[in-house]
């Protein structure tokens, strides 16, 4: 079973800070990806990756950057972190073929106050 | 633009009944259309999913059957149980970028015993 573990359950913030979200995936699997998911908005694509050092913007970039340094690992940053930030995030990764589903990670629930 | 519209957002059946919901998207050149369940509390699971080279794929109780005409697609299921309770997200590979999934803003299906 692939999994796909997510560093934090719960995280409070503080307006203005640097926050560091953590997704590591144990299957070699050359994609990830981060969405965020607001109820009534349903999940929205962040930023995602092909593969190590590479990147590609979703459909809400805006006020995050993302990391991959090693296939296993990806990273969002928020720079600055915002009340409007507030939500549940969840990393995904997927094997490099094409028409494949992903495998969520258990989400971290960011608070920004 | 890309978009997955998914309805109704709110679904209630009796123990027993069936279950409908219903998801147009956009771009015709999408070919993978994954289901994912959400219970209260988890990640997303992948419950079934269907390629555009078919009309329909069943899994004991669950359905899925596209229609690629008319651009949508569809997952039933029947003699709907408690524990069927859950949030479902339908999707959508993109035509930008096929890597990518675009989701439904998701349906509450609750079903009552």
């Known amino acids: 079973d692939v999994k796909v573990t997510q560093s934090s359950r719960y995280l409070v913030k503080r307006t203005g800070e640097k926050v560091f979200l953590e997704c590591v995936q144990d299957?070699?699997?050359?994609?990830m990806f981060w969405y965020r998911q607001d109820p009534g908005l349903g999940l929205r694509l962040i930023y995602f990756?092909?593969?190590?050092?590479?990147?590609e913007k979703g459909d809400i970039p805006e006020g995050y950057s993302v990391s991959r340094e090693k296939k296993e690992r990806f990273s969002l940053i928020l720079e600055s972190a915002s009340t409007n930030q507030t939500s549940m995030y969840l990393c995904?990764?997927?094997?490099?073929?094409?028409?494949?589903?992903?495998?969520f990670g258990s989400g971290t629930r960011l608070t920004v106050v | 633009g890309e978009n997955v519209e998914q309805h109704p957002s709110t679904l209630s059946v009796q123990e027993g009944d069936s279950a409908v919901i219903k998801c147009t998207y956009s771009?015709?050149?999408?070919?993978?259309f994954p289901w994912y369940k959400q219970e209260l509390g988890k990640r997303p699971q992948l419950i079934i999913d269907?390629?555009?080279?078919?009309g329909e794929k069943k899994d004991q109780r669950i359905a899925v059957t596209l229609n690629k005409t008319a651009k949508h697609f569809s997952l039933h299921i029947t003699e709907t149980q408690p524990e069927d309770s859950a949030v479902y997200f339908c999707?959508?590979?993109?035509?930008?970028?096929?890597?990518?999934?675009?989701f439904g803003t998701g349906t509450r299906l609750q079903v009552f015993p």
């Open positions: 995904a990764s997927r094997q490099g073929e094409r028409g494949y589903g992903y495998t």
């Open positions: 299957m070699d699997h050359e994609n």
């Open positions: 990756s092909y593969d190590v050092k590479m990147k």
């Open positions: 269907i390629r555009s080279n078919v």
């Open positions: 771009d015709s050149a999408s070919n993978y």
């Open positions: 999707a959508a590979n993109g035509f930008y970028n096929t890597d990518k999934l675009i």
